[in-house]
């Protein structure tokens, strides 16, 4: 099975907020969304984690 689970987490206040799917085949480079943070109550950048 190629897709593998990312883990997201805001660039801003640093908790893990989201998780998505990612094809490590295609997608080489880690997954970055703007995402809606209910901690800080914006949107901000979220990045995949380990």
């Known amino acids: 099975m190629p897709r593998e689970l990312a883990i997201l987490a805001c660039t801003e206040c640093k908790r893990r907020n989201y998780t998505t799917t990612r094809n490590k085949k ?18 901000t950048l979220h990045r995949e984690t380990k």
């Open 26 to 43: 295609t997608q080489t480079e880690r997954v970055e969304l703007m995402k809606f943070c209910p901690f800080e109550r914006k949107r």
